[in-house]
Protein backbone atom coordinates (compact mmCIF):
# COMPACT_ATOMS: atom_id res chain seq x y z
CA UNK A 1 0.00 0.00 0.00
CA UNK A 2 1.19 3.85 -0.70
CA UNK A 3 2.21 5.42 2.53
CA UNK A 4 2.85 8.67 3.29
CA UNK A 5 6.54 9.86 4.17
CA UNK A 6 7.13 11.96 6.96
CA UNK A 7 8.66 14.68 4.41
CA UNK A 8 5.31 14.50 2.28
CA UNK A 9 3.33 17.96 2.53
CA UNK A 10 0.52 17.94 5.14
CA UNK A 11 -2.40 18.30 3.89
CA UNK A 12 -1.04 17.23 0.46
CA UNK A 13 -2.52 14.64 -1.83
CA UNK A 14 -1.91 11.48 -0.42
CA UNK A 15 -0.99 8.63 -2.56
CA UNK A 16 -3.11 6.34 -1.17
CA UNK A 17 -6.20 8.56 -3.26
CA UNK A 18 -4.52 8.00 -6.56
CA UNK A 19 -6.52 5.06 -7.54
CA UNK A 20 -9.81 7.70 -7.41
CA UNK A 21 -8.48 9.50 -10.61
CA UNK A 22 -7.82 6.11 -12.65
CA UNK A 23 -9.15 6.65 -16.67
CA UNK A 24 -12.26 4.65 -16.65
CA UNK A 25 -10.12 2.56 -19.38
CA UNK A 26 -7.59 1.44 -17.06
CA UNK A 27 -10.10 1.43 -14.06
CA UNK A 28 -12.31 -1.01 -16.24
CA UNK A 29 -9.02 -3.65 -16.99
CA UNK A 30 -8.10 -3.44 -13.21
CA UNK A 31 -12.03 -4.52 -12.43
CA UNK A 32 -12.17 -7.32 -15.05
CA UNK A 33 -8.57 -9.12 -14.08
CA UNK A 34 -9.56 -8.68 -10.47
CA UNK A 35 -12.87 -10.14 -11.27
CA UNK A 36 -11.59 -13.18 -13.22
CA UNK A 37 -8.92 -14.31 -10.22
CA UNK A 38 -11.54 -13.83 -7.49
CA UNK A 39 -14.26 -15.99 -9.30
CA UNK A 40 -11.88 -18.51 -9.60
CA UNK A 41 -10.17 -18.29 -6.45
CA UNK A 42 -14.00 -18.71 -4.99
CA UNK A 43 -14.83 -21.54 -7.57
CA UNK A 44 -11.80 -23.53 -6.58
CA UNK A 45 -12.16 -22.60 -2.89
CA UNK A 46 -15.70 -22.24 -1.60
CA UNK A 47 -18.46 -25.20 -2.17
CA UNK A 48 -21.60 -23.19 -2.35
CA UNK A 49 -20.52 -21.10 -4.37
CA UNK A 50 -19.04 -24.06 -6.95
CA UNK A 51 -22.23 -25.84 -7.08
CA UNK A 52 -24.42 -22.97 -8.18
CA UNK A 53 -21.95 -21.69 -10.92
CA UNK A 54 -22.51 -25.42 -12.25
CA UNK A 55 -26.09 -25.50 -12.06
CA UNK A 56 -25.68 -22.41 -14.42
CA UNK A 57 -23.34 -24.52 -16.89
CA UNK A 58 -20.90 -21.85 -15.59
CA UNK A 59 -16.58 -21.91 -15.21
CA UNK A 60 -14.39 -18.99 -14.12
CA UNK A 61 -13.39 -19.31 -17.83
CA UNK A 62 -17.16 -18.23 -18.76
CA UNK A 63 -16.14 -14.56 -17.67
CA UNK A 64 -14.54 -12.63 -20.70
CA UNK A 65 -16.07 -8.35 -20.09
CA UNK A 66 -17.29 -7.17 -16.93
CA UNK A 67 -21.03 -7.35 -18.17
CA UNK A 68 -20.14 -11.57 -17.62
CA UNK A 69 -20.79 -10.63 -13.74
CA UNK A 70 -24.39 -10.38 -14.47
CA UNK A 71 -24.26 -14.15 -15.22
CA UNK A 72 -23.34 -14.76 -11.55
CA UNK A 73 -25.29 -16.13 -8.97
CA UNK A 74 -26.34 -13.89 -6.11
CA UNK A 75 -24.80 -14.41 -2.46
CA UNK A 76 -27.46 -13.19 0.35
CA UNK A 77 -27.19 -13.06 4.09
CA UNK A 78 -28.98 -16.24 4.62
CA UNK A 79 -25.66 -18.10 2.83
CA UNK A 80 -23.85 -16.54 5.40
CA UNK A 81 -25.92 -18.00 8.74
CA UNK A 82 -26.22 -21.18 6.86
CA UNK A 83 -22.65 -21.91 6.56
CA UNK A 84 -21.93 -20.61 9.85
CA UNK A 85 -19.17 -20.50 11.15
CA UNK A 86 -16.19 -20.80 8.36
CA UNK A 87 -17.81 -22.54 5.49
CA UNK A 88 -17.75 -19.57 2.97
CA UNK A 89 -13.97 -18.75 3.36
CA UNK A 90 -11.71 -19.19 0.37
CA UNK A 91 -8.59 -19.43 1.91
CA UNK A 92 -7.34 -22.53 4.64
CA UNK A 93 -7.38 -20.51 8.70
CA UNK A 94 -3.70 -20.57 8.58
CA UNK A 95 -4.30 -17.95 6.40
CA UNK A 96 -6.80 -15.78 8.57
CA UNK A 97 -5.43 -12.98 10.36
CA UNK A 98 -8.59 -11.38 11.48
CA UNK A 99 -12.04 -12.51 12.17
CA UNK A 100 -14.76 -10.24 12.86
CA UNK A 101 -19.04 -10.97 13.49
CA UNK A 102 -21.90 -8.83 13.64
CA UNK A 103 -24.80 -9.12 15.46
CA UNK A 104 -27.12 -11.87 14.51
CA UNK A 105 -31.29 -11.77 14.94
CA UNK A 106 -31.48 -15.72 15.13
CA UNK A 107 -28.48 -16.48 17.76
CA UNK A 108 -25.70 -16.85 15.34
CA UNK A 109 -23.74 -13.79 13.98
CA UNK A 110 -22.71 -13.24 10.59
CA UNK A 111 -18.51 -14.41 10.93
CA UNK A 112 -15.97 -12.15 8.60
CA UNK A 113 -12.52 -13.29 7.58
CA UNK A 114 -9.03 -11.55 6.67
CA UNK A 115 -5.92 -12.40 5.84
CA UNK A 116 -2.96 -9.75 6.36
CA UNK A 117 -3.99 -8.90 2.45
CA UNK A 118 -7.21 -7.90 3.36
CA UNK A 119 -6.38 -5.92 6.08
CA UNK A 120 -3.83 -4.20 4.04
CA UNK A 121 -7.16 -3.28 1.68
CA UNK A 122 -8.76 -2.43 4.37
CA UNK A 123 -6.83 -0.18 5.63
CA UNK A 124 -5.95 1.33 2.54
CA UNK A 125 -10.15 2.06 1.43
CA UNK A 126 -10.27 3.86 4.79
CA UNK A 127 -7.42 5.65 4.54
CA UNK A 128 -9.29 6.89 0.74
CA UNK A 129 -12.10 7.38 2.80
CA UNK A 130 -10.89 9.73 5.40
CA UNK A 131 -9.07 11.39 2.23
CA UNK A 132 -12.33 12.08 0.75
CA UNK A 133 -14.27 13.68 3.76
CA UNK A 134 -10.74 16.51 4.02
CA UNK A 135 -8.71 14.64 6.64
CA UNK A 136 -4.86 14.50 6.52
CA UNK A 137 -1.79 13.87 8.53
CA UNK A 138 -2.32 16.23 11.28
CA UNK A 139 -5.74 15.77 11.96
CA UNK A 140 -6.60 14.20 15.02
CA UNK A 141 -9.40 11.82 15.05
CA UNK A 142 -11.54 10.35 18.29
CA UNK A 143 -12.91 7.00 17.12
CA UNK A 144 -16.16 6.59 18.61
CA UNK A 145 -17.60 3.57 16.49
CA UNK A 146 -17.05 0.63 18.57
CA UNK A 147 -14.06 -1.58 18.49
CA UNK A 148 -14.03 -5.66 18.97
CA UNK A 149 -15.90 -8.06 16.78
CA UNK A 150 -17.85 -5.10 15.47
CA UNK A 151 -16.04 -4.05 12.38
CA UNK A 152 -16.39 -0.15 12.49
CA UNK A 153 -13.74 0.89 15.50
CA UNK A 154 -10.60 -1.31 13.70
CA UNK A 155 -11.47 -0.01 10.37
CA UNK A 156 -11.92 3.39 10.76
CA UNK A 157 -8.58 3.20 13.54
CA UNK A 158 -5.99 1.46 11.11
CA UNK A 159 -7.37 3.88 7.93
CA UNK A 160 -6.79 7.18 9.91
CA UNK A 161 -3.15 5.81 11.03
CA UNK A 162 -2.64 4.83 7.13
CA UNK A 163 -3.36 8.42 6.62
CA UNK A 164 -0.63 9.69 8.86
CA UNK A 165 -3.77 11.20 11.66
CA UNK A 166 -3.51 10.71 15.51
CA UNK A 167 -6.27 8.05 16.85
CA UNK A 168 -7.88 8.77 20.37
CA UNK A 169 -9.27 4.92 20.54
CA UNK A 170 -11.97 6.13 22.91
CA UNK A 171 -14.43 3.63 21.20
CA UNK A 172 -18.08 4.06 21.87
CA UNK A 173 -19.84 5.18 24.88
CA UNK A 174 -19.33 7.56 28.44
CA UNK A 175 -20.49 10.52 26.22
CA UNK A 176 -19.25 13.11 28.88
CA UNK A 177 -15.51 11.80 28.25
CA UNK A 178 -16.41 12.44 24.64
CA UNK A 179 -16.78 15.77 24.76
CA UNK A 180 -13.30 16.64 27.32
CA UNK A 181 -11.04 15.21 25.33
CA UNK A 182 -12.75 16.29 22.09
CA UNK A 183 -12.12 19.90 23.47
CA UNK A 184 -8.86 18.72 25.36
CA UNK A 185 -7.09 16.83 22.83
CA UNK A 186 -7.98 19.37 20.05
CA UNK A 187 -10.12 16.83 18.25
CA UNK A 188 -10.47 18.14 14.57
CA UNK A 189 -12.57 14.76 13.40
CA UNK A 190 -15.10 12.58 15.02
CA UNK A 191 -16.38 8.74 13.87
CA UNK A 192 -19.62 7.59 15.40
CA UNK A 193 -23.12 6.92 13.84
CA UNK A 194 -25.05 9.99 13.51
CA UNK A 195 -27.77 9.08 16.05
CA UNK A 196 -24.90 8.68 18.73
CA UNK A 197 -23.73 12.65 17.47
CA UNK A 198 -26.90 14.09 17.78
CA UNK A 199 -26.69 12.91 21.44
CA UNK A 200 -23.36 14.39 22.12
CA UNK A 201 -24.87 17.70 21.04
CA UNK A 202 -27.34 17.36 23.22
CA UNK A 203 -25.24 15.92 26.76
CA UNK A 204 -22.61 19.05 25.48
CA UNK A 205 -25.28 21.53 25.71
CA UNK A 206 -26.36 20.21 29.20
CA UNK A 207 -22.32 20.66 30.43
CA UNK A 208 -22.53 24.34 29.55
CA UNK A 209 -20.01 23.54 26.27
CA UNK A 210 -20.86 25.00 23.11
CA UNK A 211 -20.11 22.08 20.45
CA UNK A 212 -19.43 25.24 17.91
CA UNK A 213 -16.38 26.45 20.03
CA UNK A 214 -14.57 22.84 19.55
CA UNK A 215 -12.03 22.79 16.94
CA UNK A 216 -13.90 19.96 15.39
CA UNK A 217 -14.54 20.93 11.64
CA UNK A 218 -15.66 17.21 10.62
CA UNK A 219 -17.79 14.12 11.33
CA UNK A 220 -17.29 11.09 9.72
CA UNK A 221 -20.63 9.32 10.14
CA UNK A 222 -22.26 5.63 9.39
CA UNK A 223 -23.10 2.36 10.04
CA UNK A 224 -26.74 3.22 10.11
CA UNK A 225 -29.04 5.44 7.44
CA UNK A 226 -29.46 9.26 8.12
CA UNK A 227 -31.16 11.92 5.77
CA UNK A 228 -30.32 15.64 4.58
CA UNK A 229 -32.74 16.98 7.01
CA UNK A 230 -30.66 15.38 9.84
CA UNK A 231 -27.00 16.36 8.46
CA UNK A 232 -28.78 19.76 8.10
CA UNK A 233 -29.19 19.49 12.17
CA UNK A 234 -25.74 18.46 13.12
CA UNK A 235 -23.66 20.88 10.90
CA UNK A 236 -25.79 23.91 12.38
CA UNK A 237 -25.72 22.40 16.11
CA UNK A 238 -22.05 21.38 16.01
CA UNK A 239 -20.25 23.57 13.05
CA UNK A 240 -18.59 21.22 11.44
CA UNK A 241 -19.06 19.41 8.02
CA UNK A 242 -21.13 15.96 8.20
CA UNK A 243 -19.46 12.88 5.48
CA UNK A 244 -21.35 10.44 4.79
CA UNK A 245 -19.74 7.03 4.51
CA UNK A 246 -20.77 3.58 3.66
CA UNK A 247 -19.58 -0.20 3.90
CA UNK A 248 -20.77 -3.27 5.49
CA UNK A 249 -19.14 -6.36 7.37
CA UNK A 250 -20.03 -8.69 5.11
CA UNK A 251 -17.70 -6.40 2.03
CA UNK A 252 -15.10 -5.46 4.56
CA UNK A 253 -16.48 -3.00 6.95
CA UNK A 254 -16.76 0.66 6.65
CA UNK A 255 -14.44 1.42 3.67
CA UNK A 256 -16.89 0.90 0.71
CA UNK A 257 -17.83 4.22 0.17
CA UNK A 258 -17.54 7.73 0.83
CA UNK A 259 -19.01 11.29 0.43
CA UNK A 260 -16.00 14.31 -0.49
CA UNK A 261 -16.10 17.74 -0.14
CA UNK A 262 -18.85 18.49 -2.96
CA UNK A 263 -21.46 15.97 -0.16
CA UNK A 264 -23.28 15.17 -3.95
CA UNK A 265 -23.27 11.04 -3.53
CA UNK A 266 -20.00 8.52 -2.05
CA UNK A 267 -17.28 7.57 -3.99
CA UNK A 268 -17.59 3.75 -4.23
CA UNK A 269 -13.79 2.58 -4.09
CA UNK A 270 -14.66 0.29 -7.37
CA UNK A 271 -11.10 -0.91 -8.09
CA UNK A 272 -11.79 -2.92 -4.94
CA UNK A 273 -15.73 -3.30 -4.90
CA UNK A 274 -17.69 -3.73 -7.92
CA UNK A 275 -21.02 -2.36 -7.78
CA UNK A 276 -24.50 -2.70 -9.49
CA UNK A 277 -28.07 -1.84 -9.40
CA UNK A 278 -30.62 -4.44 -9.53
CA UNK A 279 -34.67 -4.54 -9.46
CA UNK A 280 -34.89 -5.90 -5.95
CA UNK A 281 -37.92 -8.06 -7.27
CA UNK A 282 -36.89 -9.71 -10.37
CA UNK A 283 -32.76 -9.28 -10.20
CA UNK A 284 -32.42 -7.75 -13.47
CA UNK A 285 -29.63 -5.56 -14.29
CA UNK A 286 -30.54 -1.66 -14.20
CA UNK A 287 -28.98 1.05 -15.98
CA UNK A 288 -26.71 3.85 -14.10
CA UNK A 289 -29.29 6.61 -12.53
CA UNK A 290 -31.93 4.01 -12.02
CA UNK A 291 -33.10 3.49 -8.16
CA UNK A 292 -32.85 0.40 -7.21
CA UNK A 293 -30.95 -3.04 -5.17
CA UNK A 294 -27.00 -2.22 -4.45
CA UNK A 295 -25.41 -5.58 -5.30
CA UNK A 296 -21.54 -5.48 -4.74
CA UNK A 297 -19.07 -7.80 -5.42
CA UNK A 298 -15.79 -7.73 -3.56
CA UNK A 299 -12.52 -7.80 -6.47
CA UNK A 300 -9.54 -8.02 -3.79
CA UNK A 301 -11.03 -10.03 -0.82
CA UNK A 302 -8.63 -13.51 -0.34
CA UNK A 303 -10.02 -14.90 3.36
CA UNK A 304 -13.86 -14.41 2.02
CA UNK A 305 -14.84 -13.30 -1.05
CA UNK A 306 -18.55 -12.13 -2.01
CA UNK A 307 -19.84 -12.37 -5.10
CA UNK A 308 -22.54 -10.59 -5.90
CA UNK A 309 -23.93 -9.65 -2.68
CA UNK A 310 -27.31 -7.96 -2.15
CA UNK A 311 -27.21 -5.45 0.43
CA UNK A 312 -30.81 -4.51 0.71
CA UNK A 313 -29.76 -1.58 0.41
CA UNK A 314 -32.18 0.80 -1.95
CA UNK A 315 -29.55 3.87 -3.59
CA UNK A 316 -28.45 4.38 -7.77
CA UNK A 317 -24.98 5.11 -9.15
CA UNK A 318 -23.82 8.48 -10.54
CA UNK A 319 -21.49 7.88 -13.73
CA UNK A 320 -21.29 12.11 -13.71
CA UNK A 321 -18.45 13.88 -13.25
CA UNK A 322 -17.73 15.21 -9.49
CA UNK A 323 -16.52 18.32 -9.04
CA UNK A 324 -13.79 17.05 -6.84
CA UNK A 325 -11.94 15.75 -9.93
CA UNK A 326 -12.11 11.88 -8.67
CA UNK A 327 -13.59 9.42 -11.78
CA UNK A 328 -14.71 6.35 -9.69
CA UNK A 329 -18.65 6.38 -9.69
CA UNK A 330 -20.33 7.55 -6.81
CA UNK A 331 -23.88 6.24 -5.29
CA UNK A 332 -26.66 8.25 -3.74
CA UNK A 333 -27.05 7.92 -0.25
CA UNK A 334 -28.47 5.15 1.46
CA UNK A 335 -31.62 6.23 2.97
CA UNK A 336 -33.48 2.89 2.98
CA UNK A 337 -33.28 -0.57 2.87
CA UNK A 338 -35.46 -2.63 1.27
CA UNK A 339 -35.32 -5.58 4.09
CA UNK A 340 -36.39 -2.00 6.85
CA UNK A 341 -39.76 -1.61 4.66
CA UNK A 342 -43.02 -2.18 6.58
CA UNK A 343 -47.09 -2.03 5.04
CA UNK A 344 -49.51 0.41 6.56
CA UNK A 345 -53.16 -0.02 5.25
CA UNK A 346 -51.37 -0.98 1.99
CA UNK A 347 -48.83 1.63 2.15
CA UNK A 348 -45.32 0.97 2.00
CA UNK A 349 -43.29 3.00 4.81
CA UNK A 350 -40.19 3.15 5.23
CA UNK A 351 -38.17 5.24 8.41
CA UNK A 352 -36.23 7.80 6.76
CA UNK A 353 -39.12 9.13 5.48
CA UNK A 354 -40.65 9.36 8.56
CA UNK A 355 -37.52 10.85 9.80
CA UNK A 356 -37.50 13.43 6.58
CA UNK A 357 -40.90 14.47 7.68
CA UNK A 358 -40.20 15.09 11.06
CA UNK A 359 -37.07 17.39 10.75
CA UNK A 360 -38.56 19.02 8.37
CA UNK A 361 -40.53 20.50 11.31
CA UNK A 362 -39.27 23.15 13.08
CA UNK A 363 -39.76 22.54 17.17
CA UNK A 364 -38.98 19.18 17.02
CA UNK A 365 -35.73 17.29 17.75
CA UNK A 366 -34.18 14.29 15.90
CA UNK A 367 -35.33 11.88 18.35
CA UNK A 368 -38.26 10.15 17.43
CA UNK A 369 -39.32 6.28 17.50
CA UNK A 370 -42.24 4.71 15.31
CA UNK A 371 -44.21 2.08 17.26
CA UNK A 372 -46.31 -0.50 15.91
CA UNK A 373 -49.32 -2.03 17.16
CA UNK A 374 -52.59 -4.56 15.77
CA UNK A 375 -55.88 -3.60 17.04
CA UNK A 376 -58.85 -5.97 16.18
CA UNK A 377 -56.26 -7.46 13.15
CA UNK A 378 -55.47 -3.92 11.90
CA UNK A 379 -51.80 -2.81 11.43
CA UNK A 380 -51.37 0.82 13.85
CA UNK A 381 -48.99 3.08 13.47
CA UNK A 382 -47.83 5.29 15.55
CA UNK A 383 -45.27 8.55 15.76
CA UNK A 384 -43.10 9.15 18.67
CA UNK A 385 -41.35 12.32 18.76
CA UNK A 386 -39.49 15.23 20.92
CA UNK A 387 -40.10 18.25 21.04
CA UNK A 388 -37.30 21.10 22.08
CA UNK A 389 -38.14 22.29 25.61
CA UNK A 390 -39.36 25.71 24.75
CA UNK A 391 -42.27 24.32 22.97
CA UNK A 392 -42.52 21.39 25.54
CA UNK A 393 -42.83 23.99 28.34
CA UNK A 394 -45.04 26.63 26.18
CA UNK A 395 -49.03 26.99 25.89
CA UNK A 396 -51.10 24.05 24.95
CA UNK A 397 -51.62 25.96 21.93
CA UNK A 398 -48.34 25.63 20.67
CA UNK A 399 -48.16 22.13 21.50
CA UNK A 400 -51.02 21.59 19.04
CA UNK A 401 -49.37 23.56 16.55
CA UNK A 402 -46.63 21.27 16.16
CA UNK A 403 -48.65 18.01 16.07
CA UNK A 404 -50.63 19.53 13.55
CA UNK A 405 -47.79 20.66 11.44
CA UNK A 406 -46.26 17.45 11.79
CA UNK A 407 -49.40 15.27 10.97
CA UNK A 408 -49.54 17.44 7.76
CA UNK A 409 -46.38 16.52 6.92
CA UNK A 410 -46.17 12.62 7.45
CA UNK A 411 -49.23 12.68 5.70
CA UNK A 412 -48.10 14.16 3.00
CA UNK A 413 -44.98 12.40 2.53
CA UNK A 414 -46.78 8.96 3.40
CA UNK A 415 -50.06 9.47 1.97
CA UNK A 416 -51.73 8.45 5.63
CA UNK A 417 -52.65 9.31 8.56
CA UNK A 418 -50.73 8.10 11.16
CA UNK A 419 -51.31 8.42 15.69
CA UNK A 420 -48.70 10.81 16.42
CA UNK A 421 -47.29 11.66 20.21
CA UNK A 422 -44.87 14.53 21.16
CA UNK A 423 -43.18 14.19 24.24
CA UNK A 424 -40.55 15.88 26.23
CA UNK A 425 -36.75 16.40 25.63
CA UNK A 426 -34.73 13.23 26.65
CA UNK A 427 -37.55 10.66 27.24
CA UNK A 428 -36.67 8.47 24.29
CA UNK A 429 -33.34 6.44 25.03
CA UNK A 430 -30.26 7.53 23.59
CA UNK A 431 -28.22 4.90 21.74
CA UNK A 432 -24.00 4.94 21.47
CA UNK A 433 -24.20 3.03 18.20
CA UNK A 434 -27.25 2.42 15.68
CA UNK A 435 -30.14 3.90 16.98
CA UNK A 436 -33.18 1.69 17.32
CA UNK A 437 -36.00 3.51 15.05
CA UNK A 438 -39.19 0.84 14.66
CA UNK A 439 -40.61 -1.10 17.86
CA UNK A 440 -43.20 -3.40 16.70
CA UNK A 441 -45.85 -4.61 19.20
CA UNK A 442 -47.83 -6.32 16.47
CA UNK A 443 -47.22 -9.76 17.78
CA UNK A 444 -47.57 -9.54 21.13
CA UNK A 445 -50.04 -11.15 23.05
CA UNK A 446 -50.57 -12.92 19.86
Avoid at 123 to 141: F, N
Avoid at 189 to 208: D, H
Avoid at 285 to 306: I, N, Q, W
Avoid at 417 to 441: F, T
Amino acid sequence: MLTELWNDAEGGFHPASAPDFLPETALKQVQLRRLRAVVSLAYENVALFRARMEERGLTPDSIHRLEDIQQLPFTVKADLRDTYPFGLFATPMSDVVRLHASSGTTGKPIVVAYTREDVGVWSEVMARTLACCGLHRGDILQNAFGYGLFTGGLGAHYGAEALGATVVPISGGNSDRQIMLIRDFGVSALCCTPSYFTYLIERAAELGVDMRSLPLRAGIFGAEPWTDGMRDHIEAAAGIKAYDIYGLSEIIGPGVASECSAQQGLHIFEDHFYPEIIDPETGDALPDGEEGELVLTTLSKKAMPMIRYRTRDITSLISEPCECGRTIRRMRRIGRRSDDMFIIRGVNVFPSQVEAALLAVEGTLPHYQIILTRDQGLDQMTVEVEVTPEVFSDKIRALEDVRARLAKAIEHILGIRVGLRLVEPRSIARSEGKAKRVIDRRNEGA
